[in-house]
């Protein structure tokens, strides 16, 4: 049965080396964040191997239990959310003013990769918290902030998200829920399906943001408004009142992240319809809530860092103790056989694990960092610039992480062989797990089409242009560096040149082909991925190699991540040439082939003898 381990020393060296804990602790109002990190990142570990991780098992193979409206969720999940609230993580990234800790981004994005490796069926539901409060704050009413934000903050209250509906999936210009004023509050009616923790028996409420119209309002997205509806109404004195009128009406039985109540919530079911606040004003929730989507996106991403690590965890363990095969040398002395670690192929797929998860954590931290700045820092056209960043990398930390994640998850339980279809060895339920995140928060083709669309041709590739040339630049005074960097500096170079021509070419096609440059858009961000995270290792082996010719401590450490980011270099970034060719070359072909010949049995008469 596999077990996780948070993997702190690779975290530490991206967060002080790559995404720089020390220049986000001189950013106003995280000055303790440096001195905190390592504390942090042993706490949230030992509680992660400790608590969370004992659980996750038990709980896909226990999984939720729905009766009459209600859910209950997995033994030990209520202990364990009680013991996770009452060690302040809810609040980690909140605001003291609410009761939360008030430490960076980049810090919780460190300990969302733990919780989520040793237990994502658990993690969801705090995670949806942190998106909650973000969208309160940012939106809601002071009388709100104040009602609201401190209970989720305490893990008395929980918060959800709900967009999803029958015929309202990625396309939410569909919302059919409507709300209707009723003195000063309104009522909602309608139906919410997939919502992740949306009924549960670990806090005393819960709390909805759903997206709703309102009578009169216009067609299309730019009707939509955002609602708090809490399962149990709030007395002006805090207090809990009246059971509103939301229920749920079943959960999924899905593939994976079975401890995770995914539900259907009813709204106005048993009367007139469910109380509910507006939030912000009216017609403008789908920009209010893009507040928690943005940060889900980035957290998915995270999630399928966690999980791919832990598939890689176990592999390895696997390989060192799985005994089968011999030495492929027919000269060697010993004719014993060994630790299928030893064997060359089992050797590549450990190592390109190794260096895809670094790599996708790399990008990850660094873009949370660029979160903190483009929030914190006191010059606007410093905080400018990182928003742009983190609105380009978004949809690529995000998309390139939850695909990646999936094939480090498939390679390890290949790593296996036949045992890693049986699910007591527990590579399984990670494969299984992990294959949600490409889906959920938006599939790899919506945030595709974000990033062609909203980042690439919308500000006419100024941001897209402006960081490949840092990568460009960067790549040029790499060459001149350490002889032993400048097989990764030719293969970066390469790949960023790669890019900057599949970038031109989106650019170009969009103005008189659309569905052209749309047609290999996740190709394009894949692309994006695999080379940012080249720069990322690029980055990494020439801080390993500085250290290394300083006599540095954990000699050990720098050359095997300078080994791995060689790996990514001749394993992973050589892929960049392969996919600017199938995004200018290949997108003529995804079109040219019709709906009909999809299916060319059904389009054709047969033929004739």
Not at 55 to 63: A, C, F, K, V, Y
Not at 86 to 105: F, H, K, N, T
Not at 361 to 377: E, Y
Not at 455 to 482: N, P
Request: negative net charge; hydrophobic residues 40%.
């Amino acid at each position: 049965m596999s077990t996780y381990r948070a993997p702190l020393r690779d975290m530490q060296f991206v967060l002080r080396e790559l995404a720089g804990i020390d220049e986000i602790g001189k950013l106003p109002g995280y000055e303790e964040s440096a001195e905190a990190l390592d504390s942090i990142l042993e706490e949230a570990a030992a509680f992660a191997a400790g608590v969370l991780d004992p659980l996750n098992r038990s709980g896909d193979t226990e999984g939720c239990t729905w009766r009459d409206g209600e859910v209950q969720v997995p033994r030990g999940f209520k202990e364990a959310y009680k013991q996770f609230a009452q060690a302040g993580w809810i609040g980690l990234p909140v605001p003291q003013e609410y009761g939360g800790q008030g430490l960076p981004q980049l810090l919780m994005g460190a300990v969302l990769e733990m919780w989520n490796a040793a237990n994502i069926g658990f993690a969801n539901g705090p995670l949806l918290n942190q998106g909650a409060i973000e969208a309160i704050e940012l939106t809601g009413s002071p009388e709100q902030k104040k009602r609201y934000i401190p209970n989720l903050v305490s893990g008395r209250w929980t918060g959800t998200m709900c967009l999803t509906e029958p015929q309202a999936g990625s396309d939410l210009a569909q919302v059919r829920t409507k709300a209707v004023p009723d003195g000063d509050r309104y009522r909602i009616t309608g139906q919410k399906i997939f919502i992740t923790f949306g009924e549960h028996d670990m806090a005393e409420n819960i709390i909805h943001l759903v997206l709703a119209r309102l009578p009169g309002a216009p067609e299309g997205t730019k009707g939509i408004s955002l609602f708090i509806v809490p399962k149990y109404c709030v007395n002006p004195d805090g207090t809990l009142g009246e059971r509103n009128d939301v229920y749920c009406s079943g959960i999924e039985h899905k593939l994976g992240i079975n401890a995770n109540p995914t539900c259907t919530l009813n709204y106005g079911d048993k009367g007139s319809g469910a109380i509910a606040e507006l939030v912000g004003e009216p017609n403008k929730g789908l920009e209010n809530m893009f507040i928690m989507m943005n940060a889900a996106r980035f957290s998915v991403g995270v999630q399928a860092i966690g999980l791919a690590d832990r598939a890689y965890q176990s592999a390895l363990a696997y390989a060192r103790e799985r005994v089968q095969g011999r030495d492929l040398n027919p000269m060697a002395a010993d004719k014993n056989p060994k630790p299928i670690v030893a064997h060359p192929d089992v050797r590549r797929m450990l190592v390109t694990m190794k260096a895809n998860i670094e790599a996708m954590r790399s990008l990850a931290f660094v873009t949370a960092a660029s979160l903190d700045v483009a929030a914190r820092h006191p010059d606007e056209k410093t905080r400018k610039e990182h928003r742009a960043f983190v609105e380009l990398m978004i949809p690529v930390v995000k998309g390139w992480s939850t695909e990646t994640a999936t094939e480090v998850c498939s390679t390890a339980l290949q790593v296996f062989g036949g045992m890693g279809y049986v699910e007591e060895t527990g590579i399984a339920q990670q494969y299984r797990d992990v294959r949600i995140t490409p889906i959920y928060e938006g599939t790899t083709g919506i945030q595709a089409m974000d990033l062609v669309g909203r980042k690439l041709i919308r500000d006419m590739g100024a941001t897209a242009t402006s960081v490949i040339g840092q990568m460009k630049e960067y790549a040029s005074r790499l060459k001149g560096a350490d002889p032993a960097l400048r097989p990764i500096a030719a293969v970066f170079e390469t790949s960023v040149d790669a890019l900057a021509d599949a970038s031109q070419w989106i650019g170009m096609s969009a103005m008189s082909d659309l569905d052209g440059a749309f047609a290999c858009s996740v190709p394009y961000l894949k692309l994006w991925g695999v080379v940012a995270g080249g720069w990322q290792m690029a980055r990494a082996a020439e801080i390993a190699s500085a250290r290394l010719a300083s006599d540095a401590s954990g000699a050990a450490f720098y050359r095997a991540k300078l080994a791995t980011a060689r790996i990514y270099a001749d394993h992973v970034l050589s892929q960049a040439f392969w996919y600017a060719h199938q995004i200018k070359e290949g997108s003529a072909g995804v079109m040219a082939v019709t709906p009909d010949e999809l299916d060319l049995d059904r389009a054709a008469p047969a033929l004739s003898a």
